[in-house]
């Protein structure tokens, strides 16, 4: 989850520049409005990797608790 947290803020800082020298070169000054929106949906996927998840993630800890569980059973056979 974390790397796909860095590929999404990557891919936004590149196309952010992008769009903001188009914007300076033609003169206005549009590219303040996709910046901010992109921003706010990068800043909310951020919350919900680092904050919610927890950092390790809900995939990561079913694993562990499966793990756990399967290693304290014994083998019937």
């Known amino acids: ?5 860095y590929i999404h803020a990557t891919v936004f800082i ?3 520049l992008l ?4 914007s300076l070169m033609s003169g206005r000054y549009w590219a303040i409005f996709p910046f901010f ?3 706010l949906g990068l ?3 951020g919350l919900v ?3 919610v998840l ?3 993630g809900l ?3 079913l694993v562990q608790q499966e793990r756990s569980r399967l290693t304290l059973q014994r083998d019937p056979w």
Do not use: C, E, K, T
């Open 1 to 5: 989850m974390r790397m796909g947290w």
């Open 14 to 16: 590149a196309v952010n």
């Open 19 to 22: 769009l903001a020298s188009l």
């Open 37 to 39: 929106g992109w921003g």
């Open 43 to 45: 800043a909310i996927h």
């Open 49 to 51: 990797v680092f904050l």
């Open 54 to 56: 927890g950092g390790g």
């Open 59 to 61: 995939f990561d800890r």
